[in-house]
């Protein structure tokens, strides 16, 4: 016992004798500093960002020295760029705003804050890195400004509660998945400068109802409209050439589409469980149609060839079509003996058909002036369109 009285005795007069600071701990977090060429305050629980120039990059696991618990951010003029990683998971944070300096948003930037409601981007944004906005859950319109030229990848993935975008004509790169899962997005106008849709553009935005694509769109990526499930009609321009795989799977409110003339393949699944696509346009320039392409599409009928017999019998169609099999195929309109075109011969075969139609088969409908009726005037009326068709268009 007088041996551990002894040893308590000693420390205690160790411990006296050590200057007074030795045990001082920091009470809280920094609130001021530097990051990159600028500089930042935290009052409470509202940030301030300033200077001039650009901020410094962050990772996740180099993170922000202000923390996560930020309600509200300020960008001051003269900031000109948003650091990568600057508020990710800041999942406290409610709103952004930024000064008319800031040109670039960096990756990951405001990735996962959950409870973001509210952003001004400012109006000399140029470019919106990847992922920027993606999980930030609570968001639910955003405005870009015209300045912006290019945004990156998954930009607004996971949004789940967004509903509006305004995307301004001059944007002509939106990375892939910009606006996949998010799950409230309904209508969505695309800028007239974009020359092409990215892969999973809009994958899995079960409420999108409606989407314009704009002529000059060249391709339209792996898919990039993958169950939108709610996605009414859609036109697809003539300038698109290329449609990758799975592009248009779970689109169930399909009635129709036409295939651009142009277009070489259509790929593996593009248009597969489209439960309610009823008919299809297919133009002479596709020589492959891929497995699965038209996989589960029951209502499917109706395929219009827009060539002759001979060149859909050259058409390469994999695996798993049985609904191209059991549509009824119908061929150009006006090439009712389905060689070469619409000629003379036309016109001829369809009167001969008048008269005996067991002997003179055709696969498409042949009133071609419109009176409800097919006999001889519909066979001069065609021959008409093969000289004058601007004249006798086809009904």
């Not at 998971?89 to 959950?114: H, N, P, Q």
């Not at 036409?258 to 699944?269: E, H, K, L, R, Y």
Request: with cysteine; hydrophobic share 40%.
């Amino acid at each position: 016992m007088k041996k551990l009285l002894s040893i308590l005795l000693v420390a205690v007069l160790i411990i006296t004798a050590m200057p007074l600071g030795a045990f001082e701990f920091k009470a809280s977090a920094e609130t001021s500093g530097t990051t990159g060429e600028c500089t930042w305050s935290l009052d409470g629980t509202v940030l301030t960002i300033s200077g001039n120039g650009v901020m410094r990059d962050y990772t996740d696991s180099n993170k922000a020295p202000w923390g996560i618990n930020i309600t509200e951010v300020v960008i001051e003029n003269g900031v000109t760029r948003i650091g990568n990683y600057a508020f990710y998971r800041c999942t406290s944070l409610e709103s952004v705003s930024l000064s008319d300096s800031v040109k670039i948003i960096g990756w990951y930037a405001f990735m996962y804050c959950t409870s973001l409601e509210n952003v001004s981007l400012g109006n000399s944004v140029t470019i919106i890195g990847d992922y920027a906005f993606e999980y930030c859950t609570s968001l639910k319109n955003i405005i870009i400004p015209s300045s912006v030229t290019s945004i990156g990848g998954g930009v607004f993935s996971s949004c789940d509660n967004l509903e509006n975008v305004i995307i301004p004509d001059g944007i002509t790169s939106m990375g892939e998945g910009m606006f996949s899962s998010c799950k409230s997005l309904k209508n969505v106008k695309l800028p007239n400068t974009l020359t092409s849709i990215s892969g999973n553009m809009f994958f899995n935005c079960k409420s999108l109802e409606n989407v314009n694509i704009p002529d000059g769109i060249t391709s339209i990526g792996p898919s990039a409209f993958n169950n939108c499930v709610s996605l009414n009609n859609i036109t697809i321009p003539s300038s698109v050439t290329s449609i990758g795989i799975r592009a248009f799977v779970d689109c169930h409110k399909f009635t129709n589409i036409t295939i651009p003339n142009g277009v070489t393949s259509i790929d593996f699944a593009v248009f597969a469980y489209c439960e309610g696509l009823e008919s299809v346009t297919i133009p002479s320039s596709v020589t492959s149609i891929g497995d699965y392409a038209f996989e589960e599409c029951p209502k499917l009928t109706s395929v219009y060839y827009l060539g002759s017999k001979e060149a859909k019998a050259k058409i390469s169609v994999g695996s798993n079509n049985s609904a191209l099999d059991s549509a009824k195929w119908y061929y150009i309109l006006g090439d009712v003996d389905g060689v070469e075109g619409v000629t003379d011969a036309d016109a001829e075969y369809l009167l001969m058909h008048t008269f005996f139609p067991e002997d003179y088969p055709v696969e498409q409908t042949c009133d071609f002036n419109g009176d409800g009726n097919v006999n001889d005037a519909d066979a001069e009326h065609l021959l008409m369109f093969t000289f004058f068709p601007e004249d006798y268009p086809l009904h």
